[in-house]
Nanobody, 126 residues
């Protein structure tokens, strides 16, 4: 069973930055398409950003385009979410997810992802 271990959440002021990390145990990060989803209080979990297994293609939610960047370092077996220009509405629990399927373009649907992390809290104060 693959476990995804997330880290890097915390409290930040609006306009600040955070970087989240996700490392799958047992297999290399390069084996999976990877994504980040988030769930704000009282809302459904939503797609944020994803990167293909090849590392070539990325898909972003409109709400984070130009501010959030996903990247992968296969040598460190880690996927990162760099979040800049954070807004209070970015406050949520952020989840890392892994997709075993080979897709040229990452999927944005939660059901496409086979493994999930426990989540890490990101709080942006105004």
């Amino acid at each position: 069973q693959v476990q995804l271990v997330e880290s890097g959440g915390g409290l930040v002021q609006a306009g600040g930055s955070l970087r989240l990390s996700c490392a799958p145990s047992g297999r290399t990060a390069g084996t999976y398409g990877m994504a980040w989803f988030r769930q704000a209080p009282g809302k459904e979990r939503e797609f944020v950003v994803a990167i293909a297994r090849s590392g070539g293609n990325r898909v972003h939610a409109d709400s984070v385009k130009g501010r959030f960047t996903i990247s992968r370092d296969n040598a460190k077996n880690t996927v990162y979410l760099q979040m800049n220009s954070l807004k209070p509405e970015d406050t949520a629990v952020y989840y890392c997810a892994a997709d075993r399927a080979w897709r040229e373009v990452p999927d944005t649907r939660q059901g496409a992802y086979d493994y999930w992390g426990q989540g890490t809290q990101v709080t942006v104060s105004s």
